[in-house]
């Protein structure tokens, strides 16, 4: 079965920068819209970035101007590239993407990975 893995997260200052990697593997024949997602204490799952297969992207307005998505489709790898952060962006994020392996076409999630931003 398909599988997502995320790594990257960690501890940095107000300011700083982290990159996320999410892996995908498995008997994968395609992969459609991928995405981050975040998640803080107390609060909702809220989308951070997304990107198509064909490179369009969206964003929180939260993130604008701070955070890209990009994608290495040969490497089956989304990327988020984080720069200018803030405490508020400390949260669990999550990669997510549409996916078709041996089974069926649905939504596959990662594990998450930690990040906090803190002086």
């Known amino acids: 079965q398909a599988r997502l893995v995320e790594s990257g997260g960690g501890l940095v200052q107000p300011g700083g920068s982290l990159r996320l990697s999410c892996a995908a593997s498995?008997?994968?024949?395609?992969?459609?819209?991928m995405g981050w997602y975040r998640q803080a204490p107390g609060k909702e799952r809220e989308l951070v970035a997304g990107?198509?297969?064909?490179?369009?992207?969206n964003y929180a307005d939260s993130v604008k101007g701070r955070f890209t998505i990009s994608r290495e489709n040969a490497k089956k790898t989304v990327y988020l590239q984080m720069d200018n952060l803030e405490p508020g962006d400390t949260a669990v994020y999550y990669c997510?993407?549409?996916?078709?392996?041996?089974?069926?076409?649905?939504?596959?999630w990662g594990q998450g990975t930690q990040v906090t931003v803190s002086s």
């Open positions: 997510n993407a549409y996916m078709i392996d041996s089974g069926a076409y649905r939504l596959y």
């Open positions: 498995g008997p994968i024949l395609r992969i459609d819209t």
């Open positions: 990107i198509t297969s064909s490179g369009r992207t």
